[in-house]
């Protein structure tokens, strides 16, 4: 019987079929995107990559769009859905999804991610301007490259001409990664290590250090790496995945719209980068309103909850 087949099997088996599995999804998903924009734009991205890079062609930027729509689902999502299903008996219970849930705690949420932003724009420009050791030289030369990379082909996506596009972009820059990423990080790999280390705070910090570490870029990664722990704080705090996805949704959210009213003149481009400064007036005060708020929802937490999180046989 398929259902629940690896339910019993260690979190370390889970989490390599878990590997194998996003790798698998991906690849599909990949090979029909590629069918998808030959169809469209005679684009063969697999047979000659760089077809990609000409960010000024806009059917260029659409395919990497569709590119990156189809990855969310097949490294995120469906396996997610795959595991959920193959591994537990009650895929809700495993995740912490519950449909109850409590408007003023949403809220808070959302005070929250909005409050730690100036910090994070500061952690971003200090993470930025990190160097490795002369004899790695070679090594930060090759991930800045990557970096400058990335940074070429997010500029092209969230360039946005009308509001259909910002509207498209939502999707796929706040709603998607707000659902699949919190779907595989924070409700399956936070669990599996949790149990395997008997400890929460053990699988909020090593499935926080793999959501930073597989966007492969290392000049942002300490600020994505602390967004992560929030994020897995926020799910243990609250008994439910939808704080944290809220919250994922929140900072992509925000960051899309700030970049679509600046980039038509709506508001001043500062606006984005509150904090990078080192503007301690923003950061301060922010930073105390999100731990207040913290210690609001920690206040709330269910303790009895806590014990079961991390036993490999509780709440599945």
């Known amino acids: 019987m398929i259902k629940s087949a690896l339910e019993y099997q260690s979190p370390m088996v889970k989490l390599f079929f878990l590997l194998v599995l ?23 991205f697999i047979s000659d990559p760089t077809l990609l890079e000409n960010f000024s062609d806009p059917f260029v930027v659409d395919a990497n ?29 495993f995740i912490l999804w519950s449909r109850q849930y409590s408007i003023k705690d ?21 993470n930025g301007g990190l160097h490795l050791p002369d004899f790695l030289s070679g090594v930060e030369n090759m991930m800045r490259n990557m970096e400058d990379a990335a940074a070429l082909l997010t500029d092209a996506i969230v360039s946005m001409d009308s509001l259909s596009e910002y509207l498209y972009m939502v999707i796929i820059v706040a709603i998607l990664p707000a659902i699949g990423e919190e779907l595989m990080f924070r409700g399956i790999i936070q ?29 942002g990664f ?13 799910l243990v705090y609250s008994g439910n995945i939808i704080y944290p996805m809220v919250g994922h949704f929140v900072n992509n959210f925000t960051s899309l719209t700030f970049a679509y009213l600046i980039q038509h003149g709506m508001i001043d481009e500062n606006i984005d980068t509150i904090g990078a400064n080192s503007e301690w007036l923003f950061i301060l005060p922010g930073l105390a309103l999100g731990a207040f708020l913290f210690y609001l929802l920690w ?5 009895g909850m806590d014990l079961m999180y991390v036993e490999r046989g509780g709440l599945l």
């Not at 599909?28 to 063969?44: R, T």
């Not at 967004?227 to 897995?232: E, K, P, Q, R, S």
């Not at 206040?299 to 303790?303: E, L, M, S």
């Open 22 to 44: 996003s790798i698998g999804s991906l690849s599909v998903f990949l090979f029909f995107s590629s069918l998808v924009m030959k169809l469209l734009w005679g684009f063969d």
């Open 65 to 93: 769009r569709l590119m990156l729509l189809f990855q969310h689902f097949g490294l995120f999502i469906v396996p997610s859905l795959i595991f959920l299903y193959v591994s537990t008996r009650n895929p809700r219970n």
């Open 106 to 126: 949403l809220l808070m949420v959302i005070v929250i991610l909005i409050a730690i932003m100036p910090f994070i724009n500061l952690l971003i420009v200090w």
């Open 191 to 219: 669990r599996l290590f949790a149990q395997q280390f008997h400890s929460y705070h053990a699988g909020i910090w090593i499935s926080a250090f793999f959501f930073s570490a597989i966007h492969f870029q290392f000049f």
């Open 222 to 234: 300490f600020p994505r790496l602390l967004l992560g722990v929030a994020f897995g704080y926020l």
């Open 299 to 303: 206040k709330k937490r269910n303790i």
